[in-house]
């Protein structure tokens, strides 16, 4: 058992900030949660509010970050991160991830406190390496529509090494690939969640392109684990957490209309502009390094995703 921690959770009300902020409080951790709501949702941390340990405060991180009293690590998680959202919200990813990543460093070199950047695969744009290491520099188009993200993120990469390095800061990089479980919202237009929304509703599931293109998914638990040995270590990073489970995405779309057993057809739609043709990770230095590597097969990942949508369906719908 580690001992207990003050940690700050930027983004604490989004996917993976609710489940990050849930294991922390389950594991004896106080936790501050901060969100503005904008893609994420008190909804997603209502369950954590009467804990003594959990605070939950409204605030944008773009602004300004203030937490009284010690803090030993703050998780940076606030951004826009489904691709329909950095592109209606283009201006405020690119603000966040440099303002809110800013004022996040800021905060833990007052505290003395350990910094985690959640940082993506997205760095690596669309490879020309596969798989993606985490010493392969990337390929991204600072100037098509996914650049927002894209930039953002290796923005607050180069920012958190440079806090390190000029401020001692006691930093570590964390390179998420996709990522999928309960509490995804299922209008949030990534595949995953629409395929389930769409196979739940009987409705044609919209697979991009031809689909051959590859996705390596993993489950929001595995990568949850793999985020909390970063922060109880002292590694810097970058290291890439993902479930090297390499997929396309027409198989991925039969294999979910499969599960929930579905008639959805599957149809054809128009693959969005600089979407990347693969992506996996090798984690290699996660499994040295951490001693990481994911434990839940993507079946039981993918059916315990679709029975969540299933007792939410008030959230499923056209
Ligand atoms: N995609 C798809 N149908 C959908 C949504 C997404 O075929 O309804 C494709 C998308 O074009 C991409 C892959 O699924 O090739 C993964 O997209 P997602 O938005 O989940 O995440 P990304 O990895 O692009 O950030």
Redesign the pocket.
Known sequence: MTESKRVVVMGGAGFLGSHLCERLVGEGHEVVCLDNFVTGSPTNVAHLVPEVDFRLVRTDVTDYVHVGGPVDAVLNFASPA??IDYLRLPIETLKVGSLGTLHGLGLAREKGARFILASTS?VYGDPQVHPQAEDYWGHVNPVGPRGVYDEAKRFSEALTMAYRSSHGVDTGIVRIF?TFGPRMRPND????P??IRQALLGEPV????D?L?T?SICYVDDLVDGILRLMHSDRPGPVNIGNPHEIS?LDL?RWIVDLVGSSSEIVH?E??VD??TV?QPDITRAREELGWEPQVSIEEALKRTISWFREHPELVTP
């Not at 919209?206 to 392109?209: F, H, L, M, P, R």
Request: proline share 12%.
């Open positions: 489904s691709p997205e996709n237009g990534r595949a995953i629409n395929f919209t697979v991009a392109g689909g293109q996705r995405m779309a739609v693959r969005p979407d990347p992506r």
